[in-house]
């Protein structure tokens, strides 16, 4: 299975953009990339995922790389709320519901 | 109550003892997960369940042994257990099914396990 890249760690101020970065060199063309969300002792937390093309939703924008070597999730303005673990997984189109988790990304918003 | 729910949220058990984890979701999805997270570990697939039934099993020990009555409730029953084994565990739930596969999973809030 293809594997992410992600920084251990990233801090940002209250109420600025934040991009988060991950890097999947090895990438299939049917990976999937999800993105996960893990706020202090809770369960991870759907975020958004996508395919080849940038997704928006409520939470957060996908943005995919055009040779989908990497991917980028962005919080508009980031909000205390928004400290956590974030992962970035990518999910081979056939199985199922199936998620491996890396180590993510540690968020540190400063207010 | 909606979402996913697991009990007890915390749990103290020596190596002899037995005990079991309990998670029930609200959503009306066919598939159920359990994972585990360790101390400054990623979290660990351990067993999947489908339509109440196992569809994998992550090399998991025999001291955790699941129960999938039926596609609401999913058990995990511990019996001697190591201190290695105290970690966090999730349950998640999704849509399940063939076609209906989106990635996207529902976590409980997870059940603290301690093994003295």
């Known amino acids: 299975d293809a594997k992410t890249t992600q920084p251990n760690s990233m801090e940002s101020n209250e109420e600025e953009p934040v991009h988060l970065p991950c890097n999947h060199s090895?990438?299939?063309?049917?990976?999937?990339i999800h993105w996960y969300r893990q706020l202090p002792s809770q369960g991870p937390e759907y975020v958004i995922h996508?395919?080849?093309s940038n997704v928006n939703n409520r939470m957060a924008s996908l943005a995919i790389a055009e040779d989908r070597k990497s991917s980028t999730l962005i919080l508009h303005r980031a909000t205390l709320r928004d400290a956590a673990v974030y992962y970035c997984?990518?999910?081979?189109?056939?199985?199922?519901?199936?998620?491996?988790f890396g180590t993510g990304t540690r968020l540190a918003v400063r207010p | 109550e909606t979402g996913v729910t697991q009990t007890p949220r915390h749990l103290v058990m020596g190596m002899t003892n037995k005990k079991s984890l309990k998670c029930e979701q609200h959503?009306?999805?066919?598939?159920m997960y359990w994972y585990k997270q360790s101390a400054k570990k990623p979290l660990e697939l351990m067993f999947v369940?489908?339509?109440?039934?196992?569809?994998e099993n992550n090399s998991v020990p025999s001291r955790f042994s699941p129960e999938c009555p039926n596609s609401s409730h999913l058990f995990l029953h511990l019996h001697t257990l190591q201190p290695e084994d105290s970690a966090l565990y999730l349950c998640?739930?999704?849509?399940?099914?063939?076609?209906?596969?989106?990635?996207?999973?529902?976590f409980g809030e997870g059940s603290r396990l301690t093994v003295l």
């Open positions: 998640a739930s999704s849509r399940g099914g063939a076609g209906a596969f989106t990635g996207e999973l529902f």
């Open positions: 090895t990438i299939s063309g049917t990976d999937y």
């Open positions: 996508g395919l080849t």
């Open positions: 997984i990518l999910r081979p189109r056939g199985s199922g519901d199936k998620l491996t």
């Open positions: 959503l009306g999805h066919n598939a």
């Open positions: 369940y489908n339509f109440k039934e196992q569809t």
